[in-house]
């Protein structure tokens, strides 16, 4: 990464590196940090890890205003020193302005986590607001090529529910690229269609192209198939000799006992996937701009969910 692209990181004076104890209580998260979406259970199995062989390598700090601290990098372990109860944090603390920590928090998670595409996006258009980059110099900065940010960026123009189902992992980037030509109805409408039919992206893009009367041109993967080659014709005199095949002592002993192939079965006995299926529509709901409540009562033979759904302006609440 290079740093000297966005004007810091070049100080003359080398950093001590010196590890200190700060009390968690004194910590808080980047403002700027990308990542939005914590995965529970790995923020768990982290804390595991580290209290079975502690930390082995202190979080980065830098003291903003008197015994307050923010978060440069390491949000997942200061998460996981949370969850294990510890008093304080290893950590080094450097000297920032706010613009320097906060690139800084950006480019460590654009390098080191594996961030949503829109997680992605939302950190490229933050650091060409905090440095002044076209995305020609923001490209260079972060190793890619100019195609991969603009693409990435594109997906802001996106509504904001599509952004928050690509977040949720509701639906993938593809799906989001197939409506970024739909008006923000339509694509309330057509994020409505992909969850609850659950079309894949050719689904999405043939239904996007029948909604703004175009045709879909063919999928190149699926003409893709090699055509099979005829062989040229054998000359009249012409011997052909098949090569004799050989059975293996296994395969004699299975001739004419072959039992028909079982088709693999799929189940899922677990009811709590089909609750989350559903909280997840209704999650899709009132990000679309309705006030929706779920209620779950346990059952001896299963479950009851009641779910309530009103416009936002719906006065009996």
Do not use: C
Not at 184 to 195: A, H, P, S
Request: glycine share 4%.
């Amino acid at each position: 990464m290079a740093f000297s692209l966005f004007n810091f990181g070049s100080k003359s004076t080398p950093a001590k590196n010196q590890v200190v104890e700060i009390p968690l209580k004194q910590i808080e998260p980047n403002r700027y940090q990308p990542r939005q979406v914590f995965d529970k259970h790995e923020i768990q199995e982290l804390a595991q890890t580290i209290g079975e062989h502690g930390l082995l390598q202190p979080i980065i700090l830098r003291e903003y205003k008197a015994a307050k601290y923010e978060i440069i990098a390491g949000e997942r372990r200061f998460r996981a020193m949370q969850l294990l109860e510890w008093e304080t944090a290893p950590a080094i603390v450097e000297k920032m302005s706010d613009k320097e920590s906060a690139s800084l928090a950006l480019i460590e998670n654009l390098q080191r986590a594996q961030l949503s595409s829109v997680e992605e996006a939302r950190a490229y258009r933050k650091l060409m607001d905090l440095n002044h980059l076209t995305q020609q110099t923001l490209a260079k900065g972060v190793g890619k090529s100019q195609s991969t940010v603009a693409n990435k960026l594109r997906l802001l123009n996106l509504i904001e529910p599509v952004q928050n189902a690509i977040l949720d992992g509701m639906i993938t980037e593809r799906h989001g690229r197939a409506l970024l030509g739909l008006t923000d109805d339509e694509q309330r409408n057509m994020l409505m269609r992909i969850v609850n039919e659950k079309l894949n992206v050719r689904q999405t893009e043939q239904a996007v192209a029948e909604l703004q009367g175009q045709v879909l041109p063919p999928d190149p993967e699926a003409e893709s198939v090699t055509p099979v080659k005829e062989e040229a014709p054998l000359a009249d005199n012409t011997e052909v000799t098949k090569p004799a095949k050989t059975k293996t002592p296994t395969q004699e002993a299975k001739k004419g006992k072959q039992a028909p192939k079982k088709k693999a079965k799929i189940s899922v006995s677990d009811p709590q996937i089909a609750i989350n299926t559903i909280k997840k529509s209704v999650k899709l709901v009132k990000d679309n701009g309705f006030k929706a409540t779920v209620r779950q009562k346990k059952l001896a033979d299963g479950y009851q969910l009641t779910i309530t759904v009103r416009p936002q302006d719906d006065s009996n609440k």
